[in-house]
T-cell receptor, first 113, second 115 residues
Framework: AQKITQTQPGMFVQEKEAVTLDCTYD???????LFWYKQPSSGEMIFLIYQGSYDQQNATEGRYSLNFQKARKSANLVISASQLGDSAMYFCAMRDSWGKLQFGAGTQVVVTP | GAGVSQSPRYKVAKRGQDVALRCDPI?????LFWYQQALGQGPEFLTY????????KSGLPSDRFFAERPEGSVSTLKIQRTQQEDSAVYLCASSSGTGPVGELFFGEGSRLTVL
């Protein structure tokens, strides 16, 4: 069975600073995908970034980058130059070779001026 | 439509009533997922379809929960004899891919409150 762990229930970060959100996963499947989603207080789920298990390079999307350490089974999200609009719940998720996607418990990020 | 559409957006049910939640995925998307999200928690997987085939229903909490996607497009999640613990937001998502690649696109959710 696969499992996704996010150990940080909440974090405060100052505007313009970088923040790292931790995610570890457990799977015996050699083929999988790792995702990060953002959920603001309005409730919609917003896709941020994807990393495939066979990808050699870390994924980047604008201010988001994914620090993929396969041997450690970690997929941390780095948000650079935080903005007030980044305040939200952030979920790490993993999709297995069958296509099933499961989420971690999430990390609440609050960006302060 | 352009995105995943869910209805109703809000549903209040008395304990013991049956409810049906509808999901209209993005046209052509093969994969469809249902999740249950309690307040302040991560989405919990309920079930997963590829076209009309229900590949995984391991997350359905009890036999009161039933999902179908008879023609491989619209899906309905039915909850029989609702209980207070069923109160949650039910999220539907679809994806064009069937493997580990490809993000899921989410609807706005159906918020169920059981009194």
């Amino acid at each position: 069975a696969q499992k996704i762990t996010q150990t940080q229930p909440g974090m405060f970060v100052q505007e313009k600073e970088a923040v790292t959100l931790d995610c570890t996963y457990d799977t015996s499947d050699p083929s999988y995908g790792l995702f990060w989603y953002k959920q603001p207080s309005s409730g919609e789920m917003i896709f941020l970034i994807y990393q495939g298990s066979y990808d050699q390079q870390n994924a980047t999307e604008g201010r988001y980058s994914l620090n993929f350490q396969k041997a450690r089974k970690s997929a941390n999200l780095v948000i650079s130059a935080s903005q007030l609009g980044d305040s939200a719940m952030y979920f790490c998720a993993m999709r297995d070779s069958w296509g099933k996607l499961q989420f971690g418990a999430g990390t609440q990020v609050v960006v302060t001026p | 439509g352009a995105g995943v559409s869910q209805s109703p957006r809000y549903k209040v049910a008395k304990r013991g009533q049956d409810v049906a939640l509808r999901c209209d995925p993005i046209s052509g998307h093969v994969s469809l997922f249902w999740y249950q999200q309690a307040l302040g928690q991560g989405p919990e997987f309920l079930t997963y379809f590829q076209n009309e085939a229900q590949l995984d229903k391991s997350g359905l909490p009890s036999d009161r929960f039933f999902a179908e996607r008879p023609e491989g497009s619209v899906s309905t999640l039915k909850i029989q004899r609702t209980q207070q613990e069923d109160s949650a937001v039910y999220l539907c998502a679809s994806s064009s891919g069937t493997g580990p690649v490809g993000e899921l696109f989410f609807g706005e959710g159906s918020r169920l409150t059981v009194l």
